[in-house]
């Protein structure tokens, strides 16, 4: 079994600080404009964005539009082949604020990871809490996270998501802390 993700989805996620609504869509349905892909690389510099995610992944060197073109391709092959879904989290206005994926079609279980920017604050709990109502409604059984060791805001979001603690695995690894779904949902 795989799952089934429907088209056209946008749903409506409530920035919890400022009360704004925004929504989160398939990133095989959003059209990469010039204005887009500048916004994603600003997101990609980000103080936090980039010394969490790209620091080290591109050996110090700035995220740059190549970057954002590549997430994109990245993210319409996984969509293609049916094996990882990647969703943006737009404004009203159709200006990128966070990002969130689902990295496999194992229902038994499944990595997610995300980010946010900055300018956005208040999105990602709720994102994640989005994410996982829609991956439970696709069958998925259980979610989990690796979270880097000292990402405390990250660790944070998932156990405001509602996702526990590992603490058996987290001791086991020296760099991540492991969060995951009940196997309940
Ligand atoms: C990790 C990251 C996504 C966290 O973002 P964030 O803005 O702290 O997360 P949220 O939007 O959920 O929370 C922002 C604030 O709103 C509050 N909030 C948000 N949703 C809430 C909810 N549903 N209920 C209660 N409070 C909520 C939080 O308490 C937080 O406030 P605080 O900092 O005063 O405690 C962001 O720092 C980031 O993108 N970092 C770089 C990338 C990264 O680390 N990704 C994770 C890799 S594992």
């Not at 079994?1 to 925004?22: D, E, Q, R, T």
């Not at 994926?101 to 990602?124: C, N, P, W």
């Amino acid at each position: 079994m795989s799952p089934n993700f429907p088209n056209k989805l946008s749903i409506p996620v409530m920035n919890h600080l400022s009360g704004k609504i925004y929504f989160l869509k398939r990133v095989d349905e959003i059209e990469p404009s010039d204005e887009l892909l500048e916004h994603l690389v600003a997101i990609g510099n980000e103080y936090k964005v980039y010394s969490w995610i790209f620091k080290e992944m591109l050996k110090e060197e700035p995220y740059g539009l190549n970057n954002a073109n590549d997430f994109f391709e990245m993210g319409r092959n996984g969509w293609n082949e049916n094996e990882q879904f990647v969703f943006m989290l737009m404004t009203e206005n159709g200006e990128p604020a966070a990002c969130i994926d689902i990295k496999s079609s194992d229902l038994d279980g499944a990595e997610i990871g995300y980010l946010s920017s900055v300018k956005h604050r208040g999105v990602m709990t709720n994102t994640v809490i989005a994410i996982l109502n829609l991956a439970r409604d696709e069958g998925y059984k259980r979610l989990f996270a690796l979270v880097q060791k000292g990402n405390d805001e990250s660790s944070d979001v998932m156990l405001r998501a509602g996702f526990l603690h590992n603490e058996a695995r987290s001791e086991q690894c020296e760099t991540y802390h492991y969060y995951e779904t009940s196997s309940q949902q």
